[in-house]
């Protein structure tokens, strides 16, 4: 078993429509999470930190954590063609050396 | 703020050369960075964490002697794949712990092709 879960899609939605994507992961000790954007043969660009439960919100974009179920959400309101792109989930404990696991990535595509 | 790039953004070598490629934090100190290694439609694989000043720490199953990194300054590792051969062909992307120290934040990414 992977310590990181990914669908890795792809996701297709009609522009507008909020687009939900989730990560489960199998270590405990995992206490940052972050989500990261990655167009194209481009480096992937951080969108989200948090630090342990809750909710985090930036714009369109929200953030859930629930350690209890093992399990991180992104949520995209009103998505738009530029959104397109592959999403990573990401978390690191706090020992480790700042070693971060990254989740396959989901291929979303908003259509116009 | 906390901007890193990569030079090249892509390089194609013949078998058996060695390349090397240039992580600059460009506006932040970084002490530590990492070196990543992707392949189409999968995830980033670490392949080792640059500390400044002191021998990168590699992964399992990473050829030290084949990958040489340097973290001679708080603002540039360097990745240099020796001998490389068409196996070596990926997309290599660095990243700097950033000035908080609790975010990571990525390179453009260099696309290296081993003919």
């Known amino acids: 078993q992977k310590e990181v879960e990914q669908d890795p899609g792809p996701l297709s939605v009609p522009e507008g429509a909020i687009v939900s994507l989730n990560c489960t992961y199998s270590?405990?000790?995992?206490?940052?999470f972050m989500w990261y954007r990655q167009y194209s043969r481009k480096g992937p660009e951080l969108l989200m930190y948090?630090?342990?439960?809750g909710n985090k919100e930036d714009g369109r974009f929200t953030a859930q954590v629930d350690k209890s179920s093992k399990y991180i959400s992104l949520f995209i309101r009103d998505s738009q063609p530029s959104d397109s792109a592959t999403y990573l989930c990401?978390?690191?404990?706090?020992?480790?050396?700042?070693?971060?696991?990254f989740g396959a990535g989901t291929r979303l595509f908003v259509k116009a | 703020g906390a901007v890193v790039s990569q030079h090249p953004s892509w390089v194609i070598c013949k078998s058996g050369t060695s390349v090397k490629i240039e992580c600059r934090s460009l506006?932040?100190?970084?002490?530590?960075m990492f070196w990543y290694r992707q392949f189409p439609k999968q995830s980033l694989m670490l392949m080792a964490t640059?500390?400044?000043?002191?021998?990168?720490?590699?992964e399992q199953g990473v050829e030290k002697d084949k990958f040489l990194i340097n973290h001679a300054s708080l603002t540039l590792s360097t990745l240099t794949v020796t001998s490389a051969h068409p196996e070596d062909s990926s997309f290599y992307i660095c990243?700097?712990?950033?000035?908080?120290?609790?975010?990571?934040?990525f390179g453009p990414g260099t696309r290296l092709t081993v003919l």
């Open positions: 990243s700097a712990r950033g000035p908080s120290g609790e975010e990571q934040f």
């Open positions: 506006d932040f100190q970084a002490t530590t």
């Open positions: 948090t630090y342990s439960s």
């Open positions: 270590n405990s000790a995992f206490q940052y």
């Open positions: 640059s500390n400044e000043g002191s021998k990168a720490t590699y």
């Open positions: 990401a978390m690191r404990g706090n020992t480790g050396g700042f070693k971060t696991i």
